[in-house]
């Protein structure tokens, strides 16, 4: 299947699909109209008003918390950096106090802290209140070499753990993580099925240890399309990257979100959606779309769009946010609280958004981490986001003949001092490429890490 939809649909079959239930689903759920001063940028969303999904059996809040970015301090013994574990207790229990109460983690997480991190923190409440999902993330153990047996035992104790961690005997959500990267479908088959932890999973599901089975998809469409046509498992959810950019822009390996909500949907399978703000990149837009979007709601924030555009399919269970800070979760609980879902103008109006953020030329880094560690130190989610930072605000150096040149180059060379430690910048990139099989995006980094180091090069000796 061609990344680009087949099966297209337009602006009226969507909300056809949608229809008058649908649309109003989420607000009937909370018991009352969308729009309300809840929502209004600066105040509290009231306890009580979050929208719920049911389409696995379970009520689920419409906002859920992705663990991928709790946040980190210096760690005490001055080597490294932990979870700050304090705050995370107070993130979780404000998102659990307005009505969120899926949780989102996985092994990998926050340098493989998040599990443990979370466990503690949901721990503390009743285990009823919510609902964990985890995942079986052997995409490393595959990478590093490991194969039959020895895969299929790092997998089966990385398993183990995760209850540990969670400090649970079951788990809701379990997934096969990141299914279509690296070698796509040969991958897929020896991470799950010639190993055979595809069968053991199974298992612990049929023994009640997992209640719902999933995987969460990135890269190689034919690999989804095998997992829903070919695998003979009977999905529970998906997880997939929705946002109004990646509807029908995605970029590198990534497949068109029409897509993939479109076969999910047509199969009654629940979605669970993931980068609703592309790793912040949809708040973080170009001066002009920013303007754009204020000027139609001034009073609401521009990631409040992209939250609105997820959460408005009927078919999505749960929209994922990496709220590192409480203003992040507040602002989140205000979209979803309730949820005014979009109307068939404003669907168009962010399609025509989409449209012209096509034509910035940012790099699609979503801040995963995935990438990391470096091996020789680079810090490269943070050149990759200063240099979408300086695209977006318009401090992008062009040529020593125009107007505002000696501004945006000290804007973008200060900047990029600020923000990436000289030692871990682009200039000692060596090409190894050990960090281009971990990105869901494609990103060809080393190409990246080349190019910036040449244009910030071509700008300190002045010759741009």
């Given at each position: 299947?061609?990344?680009?939809n087949?099966?297209e649909?337009?602006?009226?079959?969507?909300f056809?699909?949608?229809?008058?239930?649908?649309?109003?689903?989420g607000l009937?759920?909370?018991g009352g109209?969308g729009?309300?001063s809840?929502?209004?940028?600066?105040?509290?969303?009231?306890p009580?008003?979050?929208?719920?999904?049911?389409?696995?059996?379970?009520?689920?809040?419409?906002l859920?918390?992705?663990?991928?970015?709790?946040?980190m301090t210096d760690?005490?013994?001055?080597k490294?950096?932990v979870?700050?574990q304090?705050t995370v207790?107070?993130l979780?229990?404000?998102?659990?106090?307005?009505g969120?109460?899926?949780?989102?983690?996985a092994p990998?997480?926050?340098?493989g802290?998040?599990?443990?991190?979370?466990g503690?923190?949901?721990?503390?409440?009743?285990?009823?209140s919510?609902?964990?999902?985890t995942?079986?993330s052997?995409?490393?153990?595959?990478?590093?070499g490991l194969?039959?047996?020895?895969?299929?035992?790092?997998?089966?104790?990385m398993?183990?753990?995760?209850?540990?961690s969670?400090?649970?005997d079951y788990i809701?959500?379990?997934?096969?993580?990141i299914?279509?990267?690296g070698a796509?479908?040969?991958?897929?088959?020896?991470?799950?099925?010639?190993c055979?932890?595809?069968?053991?999973?199974?298992?612990?599901?049929e023994?009640?240890?997992i209640?719902?089975l999933?995987?969460s998809?990135?890269g190689d469409?034919?690999?989804?399309d095998?997992?829903?046509?070919?695998?003979?498992i009977?999905w529970?959810?998906?997880q997939?990257?929705l946002?109004?950019?990646?509807?029908?822009?995605?970029?590198g390996?990534n497949?068109?979100?029409?897509?993939?909500?479109?076969?999910l949907?047509n199969r009654?399978?629940?979605a669970?959606?993931?980068e609703?703000l592309?790793?912040?990149?949809?708040?973080k837009v170009h001066?002009?779309?920013?303007?754009?979007l204020?000027?139609?709601e001034?009073?609401?924030s521009?990631?409040?769009?992209?939250?609105?555009?997820?959460?408005?399919?009927?078919?999505?269970?749960?929209?994922?946010?990496?709220?590192?800070y409480?203003e992040?979760l507040?602002?989140?609980?205000?979209t979803?609280?309730?949820?005014?879902p979009l109307?068939?103008?404003e669907?168009a109006?962010?399609?025509e958004?989409?449209?012209l953020m096509?034509?910035?030329?940012t790099?699609?880094c979503n801040?995963c981490?995935?990438?990391m560690?470096?091996?020789?130190g680079l810090?490269?989610?943070?050149?990759?986001?200063h240099?979408n930072?300086?695209?977006n605000?318009g401090?992008?150096?062009q040529?020593?003949?125009?107007e505002?040149y000696?501004?945006?180059?000290?804007a973008?060379l200060?900047?990029y001092?600020?923000?990436?430690?000289?030692?871990r910048?682009?200039?000692?990139?060596?090409?190894c490429?050990?960090?281009?099989?971990?990105?869901?995006?494609?990103?060809d980094i080393p190409k990246?890490?080349h190019?910036?180091?040449h244009f910030?090069e071509?700008l300190?000796?002045?010759?741009?």
């Amino acid at each position: 299947m061609d990344k680009v939809n087949k099966k297209e649909i337009s602006r009226r079959d969507f909300f056809k699909r949608m229809g008058a239930a649908g649309m109003a689903a989420g607000l009937a759920a909370c018991g009352g109209k969308g729009g309300t001063s809840a929502n209004m940028a600066g105040d509290e969303a009231t306890p009580g008003s979050m929208t719920y999904r049911s389409l696995t059996g379970d009520k689920v809040s419409l906002l859920g918390y992705g663990c991928m970015r709790w946040p980190m301090t210096d760690s005490p013994d001055g080597k490294g950096q932990v979870v700050d574990q304090e705050t995370v207790n107070k993130l979780v229990d404000h998102a659990l106090a307005h009505g969120v109460n899926y949780f989102d983690t996985a092994p990998p997480y926050c340098q493989g802290l998040s599990e443990k991190a979370t466990g503690a923190a949901l721990s503390r409440h009743p285990r009823e209140s919510y609902y964990i999902a985890t995942k079986m993330s052997n995409h490393r153990f595959y990478g590093a070499g490991l194969r039959g047996k020895e895969l299929y035992d790092a997998s089966v104790a990385m398993y183990h753990d995760s209850f540990k961690s969670l400090r649970t005997d079951y788990i809701d959500y379990y997934l096969f993580h990141i299914l279509g990267t690296g070698a796509g479908l040969e991958e897929m088959r020896g991470r799950l099925y010639d190993c055979g932890v595809a069968d053991f999973i199974i298992k612990e599901k049929e023994a009640g240890r997992i209640r719902k089975l999933g995987f969460s998809f990135h890269g190689d469409v034919k690999v989804f399309d095998y997992m829903l046509q070919e695998s003979g498992i009977p999905w529970d959810f998906v997880q997939i990257q929705l946002n109004y950019l990646d509807w029908r822009h995605a970029t590198g390996q990534n497949v068109n979100a029409e897509y993939l909500y479109n076969e999910l949907a047509n199969r009654n399978i629940p979605a669970v959606i993931m980068e609703p703000l592309l790793g912040g990149r949809l708040s973080k837009v170009h001066d002009h779309i920013v303007a754009k979007l204020k000027q139609r709601e001034p009073a609401h924030s521009v990631a409040s769009w992209a939250f609105r555009f997820a959460g408005s399919f009927p078919d999505v269970l749960t929209v994922l946010s990496g709220m590192t800070y409480m203003e992040h979760l507040q602002d989140n609980l205000r979209t979803y609280s309730p949820l005014e879902p979009l109307t068939e103008e404003e669907f168009a109006f962010l399609q025509e958004t989409a449209d012209l953020m096509s034509q910035y030329q940012t790099i699609p880094c979503n801040d995963c981490n995935y990438c990391m560690p470096c091996p020789y130190g680079l810090d490269i989610p943070g050149i990759l986001l200063h240099y979408n930072k300086c695209v977006n605000e318009g401090h992008m150096p062009q040529s020593s003949l125009d107007e505002n040149y000696r501004k945006a180059r000290r804007a973008f060379l200060v900047g990029y001092d600020r923000s990436v430690p000289r030692l871990r910048q682009a200039n000692h990139c060596i090409g190894c490429g050990q960090c281009t099989p971990h990105c869901p995006q494609g990103i060809d980094i080393p190409k990246e890490m080349h190019r910036i180091d040449h244009f910030v090069e071509q700008l300190k000796q002045n010759n741009l």
